[in-house]
């Protein structure tokens, strides 16, 4: 049995964040838990979140051992990116570009 949960809009480099994502790609739910809560980057707390939703998703729809459960598929996309202006010498003003990230993950049951 899968389950899914996605994260829409974070407020996230997409290319930093799957920095964090390929280090626990294919890896079990516990083992992907524990790098994530030793992991610095700042993302790793929202990707710790959204497996721990997956997990309650799973719970949800019925699985019995989640200990089984490992990450099938995780992925970043980017989203839309914020744009904003600073000003500048002369009267200019410089494009700001912040961009957001959409997180996807599955998880799936060990047969």
Known sequence: MESSAKLTFARLSPRKTRLVVDMIRGRGVENALNILRFSPQPSAKLVS?????AVANAEQKGVNDIDRMFVKEI????GARLKRFLPRAMGRASKIRKPTSHIHVVLADKK
């Open 75 to 78: 992925y970043v996309n980017e």
């Open 49 to 53: 979140k959204l497996i721990q939703s």
